[in-house]
């Protein structure tokens, strides 16, 4: 695995990617999901919806670092509240 | 009320092709985003540099270029390739040995790989002994693509326009051929003209296979590595160099293997929002025309 070169920023990352599928895993067993129409111009699914809050978090994070001097923490809290709002009302 | 019985166990015939995928792209793929929040020396000799590469690549006046060529290319290439592939498929034979005929001669661009076409442009426009350069410069027009820019980019276009417009051609000629008969005698009967036919038959029939045209030519641009750099090298200048040379010579010519483990990240992260985007507008397509069907 050194050649994988890891730090542990990057494997809390993944760890919780994965955590996040594997709970999406269970809760679809829980209870499956129905597809409906939201504030996007799509019907989705909770899985479309999960990945496209996380492909938004990923731009917003590239804009937070890119082009403004907030720090990261601020990048990710908009994530999260925009993870939130899509998974709710997306 | 539902009593289908829930399996599954299909997802273990999945399996196989996760390990596979795994080891392909999930793996590097993980490596790269390690490598891109770090100044790797050495596998012992490492420094973590947070998120210092990606602001550098984000501000970096070379790459904001290049990401512009890139932008402009591909959609010069779109706006050349489908209008003429959906006119060449039109113009095409539909039956007889003429037909097969046409459609090998067509394909054979596509038949040659990326680094072949790459070499028999430079050839063929070279003004002492490529026929196109050597034809250019008897009629007397100042051509020479290692000098001039727009000579370059015209060459670049061309050679694209010739190696990949068969591909647009050939899913327009399938999506054309899959048109009912019934259409073109309802058509007749009308007396509609050849535009009307086309506007209001032929063209809404091709926008299933006029989406995956524009996929895929967009994919294909917007991903171009070999052909400009075997014609060109990038140059005059840095006139014709595109992302994905950019990257090489970053991640190869330079070993810089942070900040290009970071431009791959952003590169990626761009192909994935287009390709999402167009696979989401063709499944939302299809779905319409099923709700429609079962209608």
Redesign the interface.
């Known amino acids: 695995m050194t050649w994988m070169v890891w730090t542990l920023p990057t494997a809390i990352f993944f760890s919780s990617i994965a955590a996040m599928l594997a709970g999406m895993t269970i809760w679809e067993l829980r209870s499956p999901t129905v597809e409906r129409k939201g504030f996007l111009p799509i019907s989705t699914t909770r899985g479309d919806r999960l990945f496209v809050s996380l492909l938004s978090a990923a731009f917003i994070h590239l804009g937070i670092i890119g082009f403004t001097t907030f720090p990261l923490l601020v990048a990710s809290a908009l994530s999260v509240l925009w993870l939130l709002i899509l998974m709710r009302w997306g | 009320m539902n009593n289908k019985v829930q399996n599954n166990r299909a997802w273990l015939l999945v399996l196989p092709m996760l390990v596979l995928v795994a080891f392909s792209a999930i793996?590097p793929l993980?490596?790269v985003?390690?490598?891109s929040?770090?100044d790797?020396l050495g596998?012992h000799a490492?420094f973590?540099t947070?998120?210092e590469w990606?602001?550098t690549?984000?501000?970096d006046p070379a790459l904001h270029a290049a990401f512009g060529r890139q932008v402009a290319f591909s959609l010069i290439i779109l706006a050349i390739q489908v209008p003429l592939g959906i006119g060449i498929a039109l113009l095409m034979p539909k039956k007889g040995w003429q037909a097969s005929a046409v459609l090998i001669l067509i394909t054979l661009p596509l038949l040659i790989p990326w680094n072949v076409v790459g070499s028999i442009w430079q050839i063929f426009t070279r003004n002492d002994i490529g026929l196109m350069g050597w034809s250019l410069s008897e009629i007397g027009l100042d051509y020479n693509l290692t000098r001039n820019a727009s000579d370059a980019w015209f060459t670049i276009i061309l050679m694209d326009v010739w190696h990949w417009t068969p591909l647009v051609a050939m899913l327009c000629y399938s999506g054309l051929r899959s048109i009912p008969e019934a259409y073109y005698q309802a058509a007749r009967i009308d007396r509609a003209s050849k535009w009307a036919v086309f506007r209001y038959i032929q063209l809404p029939k091709l926008t299933n296979v006029l989406v995956i045209a524009v996929l895929l030519r967009f994919m294909h641009s917007f991903m171009i590595y070999a052909e400009p750099f075997v014609l060109t090298g990038g140059g005059p200048g840095s006139s014709t160099t595109f992302l994905s040379q950019s990257l090489t010579t970053m991640a190869i010519g330079q070993q810089d293997l942070g900040p290009s483990a970071a431009f791959s990240i952003?590169y990626f992260?761009v192909i994935?929002?287009v390709s999402?985007v167009f696979y989401?507008t063709i499944m939302?397509m299809q779905k319409d025309k099923n709700s429609q069907g079962g209608a």
Request: net charge positive.
């Open positions: 793996i993980m490596t985003v390690n490598y929040v770090q790797v596998p490492r973590f947070g998120t990606f602001s690549m984000l501000n952003i992260l994935l929002l999402w989401t939302h």
